[in-house]
């Protein structure tokens, strides 16, 4: 690797719009993560709506570089090149960011890297703890749910994942009829705490079957349902039916992860890797129950545990720096014909997934 370089990443897939600077010098070091998020303008719809947020990252794109410049105190004629997420993801916003970094590669004359957003979250692990190839990983948000094993920075094993929605969509969905604020993995949480798990007969989707795929919508409609019950039977919802439901819910995402990546360990295992770690990335994994259950299944198979602090485990534009610069190191670069990719598996070998939730397509 070259001795220092430093690189400009953009980020604008989903609902966050986002740009970091991120320096190799030795190790990697994020030197600015500026990350502006369009909560607000979407809080009335119930979710992300594609166009509101292509608008808003148009708008932005061009100020939170600025920001992320000055913050990490350097200029545009500092950086070694412009590493931007070119999908999956939601493609108005997709264009945003990949037509901002076409220009400022036009205009400088900079290497421009064209950026898997997957590869972004799977390799975060090695920029903040430097964790050994081969190691597994769960990305686990409200747009995406699936075990890769990571063999290096451009080749990666897809063992599976949802076939429909994300489990942070199955959250959000959740409070929503239960009547709990978004976004809803934190309210389902706290509600959980009081709760009674066992009243409530959910099911637990694809657990009978082999595998590591998973699926969470038929979750969400037996959610709806149970309420629909309850509201039947006692003309509306107290306190403690909404805590009971919370931690029925959150008890079966919880043991459906688990299982699942307990299966993902053993295919990961036979791989012999010399340090086996288990990292989980993505807004669920701030859930204290989903964490804890992890932590323990790697404990019992003796497995590192590690998950990047929280603003590095949610959409962010440091780990398209890093995963930027870990291509700009060999020489891998894209030029002025990158084009946006609304899908883009990180597994070309793998089943396509079909789901295509409220933040758009899952791969
Ligand atoms: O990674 P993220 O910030 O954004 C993307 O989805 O890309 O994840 C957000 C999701 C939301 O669905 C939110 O409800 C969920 O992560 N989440 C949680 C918790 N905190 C956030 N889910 C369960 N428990 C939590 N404590
Ligand atoms: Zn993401």
Redesign the pocket.
């Known amino acids: 690797m070259a001795p220092s370089m430093t690189i400009l990443g953009i980020e604008s897939s ?3 719009t986002a740009a970091a600077v991120v320096r190799l010098d030795g190790a990697a070091k994020i030197m600015s993560s500026v990350v502006y998020g369009q909560t607000d303008l979407h809080a009335d719809f119930g979710g992300v709506v594609p166009e509101i947020a292509a608008r808003a990252h148009a708008e932005k794109l061009d100020h939170c570089v600025e920001d992320a410049l000055l913050e990490a105190g350097v200029a545009l004629a500092d950086l070694d090149g412009i590493a931007v997420t070119a999908g999956p993801g939601l493609i108005g916003g997709v264009l945003s960011g990949v037509m901002c970094a076409k220009g400022l590669s036009a205009a400088t004359g900079l290497p421009l890297i064209g950026v898997n957003h997957l590869a972004g979250h799977a390799l975060t692990p090695r920029l903040t703890d430097d964790v050994p190839f081969p190691y597994l990983m769960l990305l686990v ?4 749910c699936q075990f890769l094993i990571v063999n290096g920075p451009d080749d990666f094993t897809r063992l599976g994942g949802t076939i429909d929605d ?4 199955a ?2 969905k959740t ?1 929503r009829i239960l009547g709990l604020p ?5 309210s ?2 706290n509600a959980a705490e009081k709760g009674d798990p066992k009243r409530f007969q959910l099911p637990k989707p694809l657990l009978d079957r082999p595998g590591c795929d998973m699926s969470f919508s038929g979750l969400k409609t037996a959610m709806l349902r149970a309420r629909d019950a309850v509201v039947a039977e006692k003309g509306g919802l107290r306190h403690q039916d909404q805590a009971d439901l919370c931690a029925g819910f ?1 008890a079966v995402v919880t043991a459906v992860l688990v299982e699942k990546s307990r299966r993902a360990i053993e295919v990961y295992l036979a791989l012999n890797p010399e340090q086996p770690t288990f990292a989980v ?4 994994a ?3 129950a ?1 964490r804890r259950g992890l932590q323990v299944l790697c404990e019992t198979h003796d497995v590192a545990f590690t998950a990047p602090p929280l603003a590095l ?3 962010n534009a440091a780990m398209i720096a890093y995963a930027g610069l870990t291509r700009l190191a060999v020489g891998d670069v894209d030029d002025l014909t990158l084009s946006a990719r609304p899908r883009w598996p990180l597994d070309p070998t793998a089943t396509p997934m079909l789901g295509s939730g409220k ?1 758009g397509a899952k791969a």
């Open positions: 989903c609902d966050d948000s409200g747009g995406h994300a489990p942070g969509e959250f959000d409070a978004q976004p809803g993995g934190p389902v949480e959150q990335a993505g807004g669920v701030a859930n204290g989903i485990c949610t959409d933040k």
